[in-house]
């Protein structure tokens, strides 16, 4: 079949537009969005976020948008859209006009920093979650816990990239502290200055795919989007000597599409990654903790033990003699009770079932201890 013949098929039939197909566009996104081209809509998707401001690309090639002003009056929280998502528009001239986000097959989420404490969608629809750390004074595995939760919770497949190698005296013991707590994620050591491991990141990425780089400001996110690039696509700064941390450099997402075929969506550093709603997540990033947990557990003397400070614990007395990691353990408390908490806060019937919870929890405490007084009497 020849192009033209090609692109009238496409024309008829309204099968996979060649254009946003390089985007990762599939059949059965075109399938799903059937109803939407029946009313005259145009599948786009976005490129690039900045505050209001979107570019999206169509099979017409790249364009601006906005949203419509019904969608701006009936968005949901974390219904806006952001960088890779997947809009229906109204095309009104050169502007597309976005009447509707797509049902996201992937969404990596966090509570919004500063005040609000509102949903914030980071990024949509990636196939591949990049959690990025650099290998200098600034690398904190407690935090790699958290992007691990959050990217499990996500429905992306997570994959953790140690950048700067080559600025690292002595990188295997950093490494192999990462591999103790990714349990199976892949591990890789990157430099764009030697070119070390990235060929095997580009093994990674793959042609119509979508990856997201994700991390804290200075590791590097930017500069690695350049060398896949091929050319500087971002802006880059150099980290601070004094200690290590970065300084904002991506001010906006944006989606790139690299020689390979792949696609990479750069996101701005985060200095804090609150968790939202994040339980599974959670339970996935500490799944080897919780089963030691509930092995070691069958010894507590409390069937109902909170593992808090009830006497007998064996959660407790294995955390004292080192058998259970420490500091593991009380990461996985902390994201425990950080997702609760948001759960709580959105949930008022599971913010009602907590109290009582804990309420049974304290009274049993309170029999416990008369019971043992009387005793001891």
Request: net charge negative; proline share 4%; glycine share 8%.
């Amino acid at each position: 079949m020849t192009h033209k013949e090609t692109l009238e098929l496409n024309t008829q039939n309204r099968l996979t537009p060649l254009g946003i197909s390089q985007y990762g566009w599939t059949e059965k996104l075109q399938h799903d969005f059937e109803p939407y081209a029946a009313q005259g809509l145009v599948p786009a998707r976005v490129i690039v976020q900045q505050r209001n401001l979107y570019r999206l690309v169509t099979d017409a090639g790249e364009t601006e948008g906005r949203i419509s002003g019904l969608f701006r009056h009936e968005a949901a929280e974390g219904g806006y859209p952001v960088t890779g998502d997947w809009v229906a528009v109204e095309m009104k001239g050169d502007t597309a006009v976005i009447v509707q986000v797509l049902p996201r097959a992937t969404a990596f989420t966090r509570m919004a920093a500063g005040t609000a404490k509102d949903l914030q969608v980071v990024a949509a629809n990636v196939d591949m979650a990049l959690l990025s750390a650099s290998l200098n004074a600034d690398l904190n595995l407690r935090r790699l816990e958290r992007y691990l939760a959050t990217a499990y919770e996500s429905g992306a497949t997570p994959v953790i990239l140690l950048t700067k190698a080559d600025a690292c005296d002595d990188p295997e013991p950093l490494i192999e502290s990462v591999r103790e707590i990714a349990f199976g994620v892949p591990v890789l050591a990157v430099s764009v200055r030697t070119g070390q491991g990235l060929t095997e990141l580009s093994a990674l990425l793959a042609p119509g795919k979508t990856a997201v780089l994700l991390g804290s400001s200075g590791v590097g996110k930017s500069t690695l989007v350049n060398a896949l690039a091929g050319v500087e696509k971002m802006a880059t700064k150099e980290i601070r000597e004094d200690d290590a941390h970065g300084r904002h450099t991506t001010t906006h997402r944006e989606l790139i599409l690299l020689p390979s075929g792949a696609l990479i969506l750069d996101t701005p550093g985060m200095r804090e990654l609150a968790l939202w709603d994040s339980e599974a997540g959670v339970a996935a990033a500490f799944a080897e903790t919780t089963a030691q947990v509930e092995e070691i557990a069958q010894g507590c003397r409390f069937r109902d033990c909170a593992h808090d400070k009830e006497p007998g614990c064996a959660v407790r007395a294995a955390v004292e003699a080192g058998t259970l990691d420490p500091e593991r353990w009380h990461s996985f408390q902390k994201l425990q009770r950080e997702v609760a908490h948001t759960v709580r806060k959105e949930d008022p019937i599971a913010a009602s079932a907590e109290r009582k919870r804990w309420a049974a929890i304290n009274k049993a405490a309170r029999i416990r201890t008369r019971s043992k007084r009387e005793i001891d009497d």
